[in-house]
């Protein structure tokens, strides 16, 4: 029997009225009673609806857990995760709430380290209600105290990468209208360097720690020290409401610098709802090893697990050889991915007891059929909950069936509440495919086409902070009908003709390498700030045996000059994380565009990095030698044998 299925909505799922849904609700326990009765009475109706039952199951979780956001959004004061996690507080002060490094930190000394968090930030740096700061800041549980201690001052927090430097830095930061930025003391180096910028901005620079020497930055560690543990008072966030930012998170999600979306009250319910349908109860272990900048790590990992009042165990950095042991030694129970954890996992050299741990649900995205096959057999019966679905996106889907490969299903009533269609795409000029009468075309059952979520109150777009370009980038408008407008989530989906729902690409202007998003022209602008190149068109290369793709470049070089190999390198070091460095460089005479001038990527993205193939001349960034090398045959067979780790 299917109908025990747990299954999850997606958190744009849950916007739901209660005018809407209470009859719908009425009408679905009708129906999936009548749909139970049927799949006991009738094994032939199971035969041909293999899946009714798990749709009837999911729909009805999506509605309970509308039901409940609509309360929220009803009850006054407005009841925030916060306040949940002040329940949490109350009903049970002595569970560990956060494992880390070996130390347990309990539920009510989590509310006191942030009590003290909110009273040093509002005696020093005076903040007032619905003062955006910017936080860069490693996963460390001080992360989670501040997040707590701006909340309970009712102030939005920037989450900012940590891999972050100079000119994204400036920017990430500035964006967001934060005129305050809390550093980890081990991140003052990399603030340093930006000085001068943010000083000129107005911004204050607050780092934790005790002691610090350069003058223009504040200390708020020995502040947070002396202040009082005492709760605070509500009335310091009385104007906080459902719609109210809660956090800025940063996106790569098209062209350019990283951008803020806005996330509401509403969508941090919305989202941490997630491990709720996923079947997590009050006694599981939650394993947080993904970066609680992104929304995987703080909203569906960290916020979730304050609904559910779990502890979590949480890790610096994601360690495939330590993995397990940790999952032994906390008994974690749901465990959090992305295509890249998998591999990694499935990368480690076999052990005997690797299916001695009680892990029994995984949920995250990107994982390959292949290497869920592989993972599931080394490491035994875990149930994978992928999903699909953009921070700032307002459609997703989540994987609530059997079927390998799929990462959800369409669904009539998912579809009458949030609609949305795959168009047609052309990859070659990287735009919607349109008819004579300028309207997209719907792509055709089993064709892949680019998905597009209408944008209607139920499901909105709010889009970028402090970027209203990009954010007119993400709309596209007269999709259907003259006049409508659509989110464009920038992936290339397909359905099939059962309904389910298959990811298979992400069009042109980003690429993931090492579970990151890479935005080109981002690289592109670095790039050309080396003094030989004139113009860079950067893209992701697949490699053999790894997720993603890596990042290469094809450049054309400036009258007269030869390629320097150390400036280049210098300048991507100097200014990129080490995910989104080209690691490959191909030297054009000129750059192929499009007919709208934009560069063609598809043809260079398939001829790849194989010397044997291409005639141009190719470079290798070599970390070793610190300096970009000329890619020779005996590089790209030592890279094929991953005798070269990449
Ligand atoms: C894990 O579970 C075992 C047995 O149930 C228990 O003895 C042990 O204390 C638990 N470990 C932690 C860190 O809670
Ligand atoms: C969907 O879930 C099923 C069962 O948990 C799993 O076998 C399948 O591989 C999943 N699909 C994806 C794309 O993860
Ligand atoms: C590249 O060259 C190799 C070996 O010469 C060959 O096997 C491969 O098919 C070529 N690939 C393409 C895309 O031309």
Same mark, same amino acid.
């Given at each position: ?284 272990? *939650? ?124 669904? *009539? ?234």
């Amino acid at each position: 029997m299917h109908l025990t299925v747990t299954f999850m909505p997606l958190y744009v799922y849950l916007s739901l009225y209660s005018c809407v849904l209470l009859p719908l609700w009425n009408m679905y326990v009708f129906l999936t009673a009548v749909a139970g009765l049927l799949l006991l009475a009738l094994p032939l109706v199971q035969t041909r609806f293999p899946y009714l039952g798990q749709d009837f199951a999911y729909i009805l979780r999506s509605i309970k857990l509308g039901i409940r956001l609509t309360k929220y959004k009803k009850v006054q004061p407005f009841y925030s995760i916060l306040d949940c996690f002040l329940d949490a507080v109350r009903s049970h002060p002595s569970k560990v709430f956060v494992h880390f490094e070996g130390r347990a930190h309990t539920y009510e000394e989590a509310d006191k380290h942030s009590n003290r968090v909110a009273r040093a930030l509002q005696a020093e740096v005076r903040l007032q209600e619905g003062d955006p700061v910017a936080l860069f800041l490693p996963n460390e549980p001080t992360f989670i105290w501040v997040w707590l201690g701006l909340a309970k001052l009712g102030c939005p927090a920037a989450l900012l990468n940590f891999n972050i430097r100079s000119k994204s830095l400036l920017h990430c930061f500035s964006c967001c209208g934060a005129k305050r930025l809390c550093v980890f003391a081990e991140l003052q180096d990399a603030v340093e360097e930006v000085l001068p910028t943010l000083k000129e901005q107005g911004i204050s620079v607050y780092l934790l720690s005790e002691t610090c020497s350069t003058q223009g930055i504040s200390t708020l560690s020995d502040k947070i020290r002396q202040a009082s543990d005492e709760p605070l008072s509500r009335d310091l966030r009385a104007n906080v409401n459902i719609k109210s930012t809660a956090l800025y998170i940063y996106t790569s999600g098209t062209t350019g610098l990283p951008k803020a979306a806005i996330v509401s009250h509403e969508r941090v319910w919305a989202a941490s709802f997630i491990q709720a349908v996923c079947g997590v109860t009050e006694n599981d272990i *939650f394993y947080i090893n993904l970066p609680l900048y992104h929304s995987a790590g703080f909203l569906i990992g960290m916020a979730g697990a304050i609904e559910r009042g779990i502890t979590i165990i949480l890790r610096r950095k994601f360690s495939a050889s330590q993995f397990w042991d940790d999952c032994r030694k906390y008994n974690v129970t749901v465990m959090q991915y992305i295509g890249e954890t998998m591999r990694y996992l499935c990368n480690t050299p076999k052990k005997d007891n690797e299916k001695d741990h009680k892990v029994r649900v995984a949920i995250g995205n990107g994982v390959r059929t292949d290497i869920w096959s592989e993972f599931l057999s080394r490491f035994g019966d875990i149930k994978v909950r992928e999903l699909y679905a953009a921070t700032e996106g307002n459609i997703g889907f989540i994987n609530y069936t059997s079927k390998i490969g799929a990462v959800g299903r369409v669904n *009539f009533v998912h579809r009458f509440f949030f609609p949305y269609t795959l168009i047609k795409f052309d990859i070659e000029k990287e735009e919607p495919v349109r008819n004579a009468d300028g309207l997209c075309v719907e792509a055709a059952r089993g064709e892949t086409g680019l998905l597009v979520g209408r944008v209607t109150q139920r499901s909105p777009f709010i889009g970028y902070a402090g970027n209203k370009q990009q954010t007119e980038k993400k709309r596209l408008r007269d999709v259907l009908k003259k006049g409508d407008l659509y989110f464009n989530t920038g992936d290339l989906l397909r359905f099939d003709s059962e309904n389910f729902v298959y990811f298979q690409d992400r069009v042109g202007d980003t690429f993931r390498w090492k579970g990151e998003n890479v935005a080109t022209s981002e690289v592109a602008d670095i790039l050309t700030m080396a003094h030989s190149i004139l113009e860079a068109n950067v893209y992701g290369v697949k490699v053999e045996g790894h997720e993603g793709r890596i990042g290469m470049a094809a450049v054309t070089l400036k009258e007269g000059e030869d390629f320097d190999c150390l400036d280049a390198y210098k300048q991507v070091v100097n200014y990129l994380p080490a995910y989104a460095r080209p690691r490959f460089i191909r030297i054009q005479p000129c750059l192929e565009m499009t007919g709208t001038f934009k560069m063609k990527k598809v043809k260079l993205v398939e001829e790849g990095f194989n010397p044997a193939n291409i005639t141009d001349p190719l470079y290798f960034l070599d970390p070793e030698k610190k300096t970009y090398v000329p890619l020779t045959e005996e590089i790209y067979k030592a890279i094929a044998s991953r005798e070269i780790k990449l």
